[in-house]
């Protein structure tokens, strides 16, 4: 995702005022650029239903710049992809829960890419789900609140296994 305005940074106000039942004006001051997290990024194509939460919106960091990959190793992994192969990206994630403006809960799953940039790409050039090996600590004291919950949540709506 490299437009501010398509990023779910900006898409999740208009996506909360909606479930909220507000009228999703928005002040003429707030711009997409004012939220954008300062990278071009991956992001699923649509918010995670949850239960406590009712989205989780998930981003995929990059770890170096996206504009630097290699378009030839990008094509390589699109010939794949278009054969049917699906091979996999490792991301760290975590769960970030939040309150905005002290009024609205919401759910991030937030990656950042160790290996896979290339095969991201593809996937995403392709319009296929990528297939993502997802690294995250659980346990107790595990990090931000609802951790375990929110990725239970998630893999629960994929089918993911531990």
């Known amino acids: ?12 106000a208009a996506a909360r005022a909606e479930a909220d039942g507000d009228d999703g004006e928005r002040p003429e001051y707030d711009r ?15 918010p995670v239903p949850g239960g406590r939460v009712p989205f989780t919106y998930g981003a995929l960091l990059p770890s170096q710049p996206p ?3 290699d378009p030839a190793t990008v094509a390589r992994h699109a010939a794949a992809v ?15 829960d939040r309150y905005v403006e002290a009024l609205h809960e ?20 392709a319009g296929v789900p990528a297939r993502v090996l997802l690294l995250a600590r659980v ?13 239970a949540e998630v893999a629960a709506v994929y089918g993911c296994r531990e």
Do not use: C, K, N
Not at 1 to 12: D, G, I, N
Not at 32 to 46: I, K, S
Not at 115 to 120: I, Q, S
């Open 67 to 69: 504009e630097a990959l």
């Open 139 to 151: 346990g107790e004291g595990s990090g931000a609140d609802g951790g375990l919950e929110g990725l």
């Open 82 to 96: 278009a054969a049917g192969e699906r091979p996999a990206a490792v991301v760290l994630g975590w769960i970030d």
């Open 32 to 46: 997409p650029e004012d939220y954008w997290p300062g990278v071009a990024h991956f992001q699923l194509t649509a």
């Open 106 to 125: 919401e759910r991030w799953l937030v990656g950042a890419i160790l290996d896979g940039h290339h095969r991201l790409a593809a996937y995403a050039a």
């Open 1 to 12: 995702m490299a437009e501010p305005a398509r990023s779910w940074w900006y898409r999740r």
